[in-house]
């Protein structure tokens, strides 16, 4: 079964198989949700540091949030005004509102997400990608998701869109982190849990870099391809909040 995982759902996008580490991490991820590799529920989006970021395909979104017991329904709101985005095919509304109900709250958790802000122009001159083709649909499903996470604090997950932003962030920050790293002699300690958290606290509030912050770890410790992840992760995050 795990050689039929490997070949089949967490295949690399290059072709090549996850380790047996890196397996490990998305099926934890994936138990931890109760999503079905098989159905492409959940599979592997290969990071540029040799780690896999756990990506939920939007179904496996839909059933996460609709699965919750505190689920009680979502509505979404769309604004008056439209654009045409540099591209797209059609004109897409300025900002959709998804608006999620809990059982166990008097108010509904309501997430406004702006066109302009989660856009992806085309990556090549004459190329269209789904933000070109589906972009009223790809604004909805970003608002969906972003606002289950507040409403039930899903974590550790993202959709195609925030891994390929993880990886350009990586690609834009992670060149002295790489050298370090290669550097480094292999007798270092593992990165004790509580120290990679602390740390990774410095790169949610916009304190330090991913790549900053790794480079001093990796100076003194192992990182394991999760907390790399995290890492990554939170300044990606940390980025677009800000």
Request: hydrophobic letters at 35%; glycine letters at 6%; proline letters at 6%.
């Amino acid at each position: 079964m795990l050689d039929t995982l490997k070949s089949t759902a967490f295949k690399q996008r290059d072709g090549s198989a996850p380790s047996n580490e890196q397996m490990m991490a998305l099926l934890v991820v994936a138990d931890q949700y109760k999503l079905n590799p098989f159905t492409r529920e959940i599979y592997a989006f290969p990071d540029k540091q040799n780690g896999i970021v756990p990506v939920v395909g939007v179904d496996g979104w839909s059933r996460i949030i609709n699965s919750h017991p505190q689920f009680d329904g979502m509505e979404f709101r769309y604004s008056e005004n439209t654009v045409i985005p540099e591209g797209a095919n059609s004109p897409c509304h300025e900002w959709v509102e998804c608006v999620m109900y809990r059982k166990d709250r008097n108010r509904p958790v309501v997430v406004r997400e702006y066109l302009d802000e989660v856009y992806r122009a085309p990556f090549k001159q004459g190329m269209k990608g789904p933000w070109q083709t589906h972009t009223k649909r790809f604004l909805r499903h970003k608002t969906m998701i972003q606002c289950s996470r507040l409403a039930f604090g899903f974590v550790g997950i993202f959709d195609d869109d925030e891994a390929q932003r993880i990886n350009e962030q990586a690609e834009r920050d992670m060149g002295p982190a790489d050298v370090i790293r290669d550097e480094q002699p292999a007798q270092l300690p593992e990165c004790p849990q509580e120290t990679a958290d602390k740390y990774r606290g410095f790169v949610e509030t916009g304190k330090k870099s991913a790549s900053d912050v790794m480079a001093t770890l990796e100076s003194k410790y192992t990182l394991s391809d999760q907390q790399r992840l995290e890492l990554i992760a939170a300044q990606a995050i940390e980025g677009e909040t800000a």
